[in-house]
């Protein structure tokens, strides 16, 4: 009798895990792709679609080490000594840690002008979500320039 109900079980069960398999993956997918929306703003100066990406207590710590706000980097896009020309999306992993909290790693190569002065750099970047309100937004980063002047 045993030996007939484990497969029962099994069968039962692995749909639940397939489902729970296919959520966590669609759920990254989502948060990859709001990264890429979120990088391809710069190049746009899309602040309106930033905006919607960034939570309102949002904190990013810049590459010169120093906390900037939501508004803080909403305003700093549109700088007009500033342009970012182009983005690449080198390599980009994420973590769920729970239903509502993911982890993406990423590493990206721009070309910006600064001042009139076209430049290239790599970054790497952490960026922290949080699911509310059945949305994902971005609450926290951290960007480390690799090879920028």
């Known amino acids: 009798m045993q030996s007939f109900l484990l497969p029962v079980i ?3 069960l692995f749909p639940l895990l397939s489902v729970g ?3 966590e993956t669609q759920e990254i997918e989502a948060i ?3 990264n890429e929306r979120w990088l391809n703003t710069y190049t746009k100066r899309d602040s309106a679609t930033l905006s919607k990406i960034l939570a309102n207590d949002f904190v990013l710590i810049a590459q010169n080490g120093l906390p900037q706000t939501r508004q803080d980097v909403l305003s700093g896009m549109l700088s007009p ?4 020309i182009s983005i690449k999306i080198d390599s980009v992993n994420v973590r769920l840690l729970s239903a509502d909290i993911a982890i993406l790693n990423g590493w990206s190569t721009f070309v910006y002008k600064f001042d009139g002065n076209q430049m290239t750099g790599i970054t790497s970047y952490q960026d922290i979500y949080a699911k509310r309100k059945g949305r994902w937004v971005a609450v926290a980063a ?3 320039g690799l090879n920028t002047p």
């Open 10 to 12: 099994f069968c039962l």
């Open 21 to 23: 398999q296919n959520r």
């Open 142 to 144: 951290h960007v480390t």
């Open 32 to 34: 990859k792709k709001i």
């Open 81 to 84: 000594n500033m342009e970012t």
